[in-house]
């Protein structure tokens, strides 16, 4: 699919939705806040949730979405992007207000209200390159059977080898990667609140709960190992860990 507004680098997205009459405007308001403002954007055409998601790509940066669509309509999309990138910019285009609150449960970077005036999506894309554009916390994209994945470090609770893999551990749910250990510890433990108790663990010390024994208590319940040898260096950066949080 060609974007609809095309640049060579920049900021990409996607604009969803199924009015080619507002997809026609939202297109022709960017170009000319891009030569105003002298940006680039790459933004691709998709006319239904499940089309974006079908094309979804891990290097986006902000989506255009209508809450209300035929097929798959904008916050079941959302929730299902959410589920596979937790830093995209989201936002909702709307003529019902009542729909604005259930955007917000899914990180909405905030609404517009059809039909979208230049001036108020101007004022939203300066909003929006101040407080997010060039402030992206550190995230790991991956890849497996289910989708294309891109995730905050710090959503990330714990690794844990299962076979020839590793599990990716967060609240509420998890996501295997066709990684080996030590290739998941090189890019975890290159962060800082990262850490291994055991040699098929990496933990994040920000859910550490407690230690109780040779056991770590997390923040969602879950017990993990800690093994005798990696227990003294494991404890000492825990320890430094705690004492940069208080």
């Known amino acids: 699919m060609k974007p609809a507004v095309p640049a060579a680098v920049g900021t990409a997205g996607g604009i969803c939705d199924?009015?080619?009459?507002?997809?026609?405007e939202l297109k022709e308001n960017l170009i000319k806040y891009a030569a105003e403002t002298n940006k680039e954007f790459c933004f691709f055409i998709y006319h239904d949730g499940s089309e974006l998601l079908k094309e979804y790509r891990s290097d986006y940066d902000l989506i255009f979405m209508d809450i209300k669509m035929e097929k798959l309509n904008g916050l079941k999309t959302a929730e299902e992007i959410r589920k596979m990138d937790s830093t995209v910019g989201l936002i909702f285009l709307t003529s019902l207000k009542k729909y604005v609150?259930?955007?917000?449960e899914y990180g909405a970077v905030n609404y517009l209200l059809k039909p979208v005036?230049?001036?108020?999506?101007?004022?939203?894309?300066d909003r929006y390159f101040?407080?997010?554009q060039g402030k992206d916390e550190p995230y790991m994209s991956f890849q497996n059977d289910s989708g294309k994945y891109k995730v905050l470090y710090k959503n990330l609770c714990y690794a844990e080898t299962e076979k020839r893999n590793v599990m990716?551990?967060?609240e509420g749910q998890q996501q295997r990667i066709y990684k080996n250990m030590k290739e998941v510890s090189a890019l975890l433990l290159a962060q800082p609140q990262f850490a291994s108790p055991h040699q098929s663990f990496v933990v994040n010390m920000a859910y550490v709960k407690s230690v109780e024994s040779l056991e770590l208590v997390m923040t969602t319940g879950e017990r993990i190992p800690i093994s005798q040898p990696k227990r003294k260096d494991f404890m000492m950066k825990l320890?430094?860990?705690?004492?940069?949080?208080?």
């Open 101 to 104: 609150w259930r955007g917000y």
């Open 130 to 132: 101040a407080c997010y």
């Open 18 to 24: 199924d009015e080619e009459t507002l997809i026609d």
């Open 117 to 125: 005036k230049y001036s108020v999506l101007k004022m939203e894309l």
């Open 239 to 246: 320890t430094d860990f705690w004492g940069d949080m208080l």
């Open 168 to 170: 990716l551990h967060f």
